[in-house]
């Protein structure tokens, strides 16, 4: 779900650094990784079933955070698809798409701005 | 503990963006928010026992992860100061001071690198 950071020479196998964001609302995390990894699988699959079942997660788990999600945002992340030949599936609106693009975009350039202070920072730790 | 990033304008009070960084050590969290909380307060404050209350911990869940953060890094990050008037305190050792600059240096970093773009997923979430 996160993106990982190995150091370029990778001194220490099995050990990373990892960055995960969150947007808090109040006491509650509007988004997080595991809401973007759900809108992600929604995007490739077509539904909140194969989602769930593609992450590992139950239906009603990844039911429950999409509404906790939509219900946070200003306009909603998913839309129902009820026409076409399949019915019944799920797909991201420009909101949704624009979601994921920040959060990965946010991610990416974190990486890139801190890479040679991960790399130290991973030296620190010995091997497992 | 973590850092917050609120966007210029406040448009959206109660909204935060956080960064968490953690270090995995093969299926294990070596460093990460709390530790490097703990690692300040004992910085602060010379004692295992001051730290915790600092912060809200038990003695035991403090020595606990200090132990577990020492045994994962190549050099140990404290040491007990047994002499002087006080006795029985802890003090960071000099690889314990560079591991926090260090994660508070990474999250300032990507903080600044993903300003505009962390304002921008603050602003698809509502109020609370």
Redesign the interface.
């Known amino acids: 779900m996160s993106r990982?950071h190995r150091s370029p020479a990778q001194p220490s196998p099995?050990?990373?650094?990892?960055?995960?964001?969150?947007?808090?609302?109040?006491p509650?995390i509007?988004?997080g990784p595991g809401k973007i990894a759900l809108l992600e699988a929604i995007r490739d699959h077509g539904s909140i079933t194969q989602a769930a079942k593609e992450i590992g997660m139950s239906y009603r788990r990844a039911w429950m955070l999409l509404d906790e999600l939509n219900r946070?945002?200003?306009?909603p992340a998913t839309a129902s698809n009820q026409g076409g030949t399949r019915g019944g599936g799920s797909l991201l609106t420009a909101?949704g798409e624009?979601?994921i693009a920040?959060?990965r975009?946010?991610e990416r350039?974190?990486?890139?701005?801190?890479s040679r202070?991960?790399a130290?920072?991973?030296?620190?730790?010995?091997?497992?």
Chains 1, 2 share one sequence.
């Open positions: 990982t099995g050990i990373e650094a990892r960055f995960r964001l969150r947007v808090q609302r109040g509650d509007a988004i946070s945002l200003r306009k909101e624009q979601l920040l959060y975009d946010i350039r974190a990486e890139q701005a801190a202070q991960l130290s920072l991973v030296k620190l730790v010995c091997r497992p």
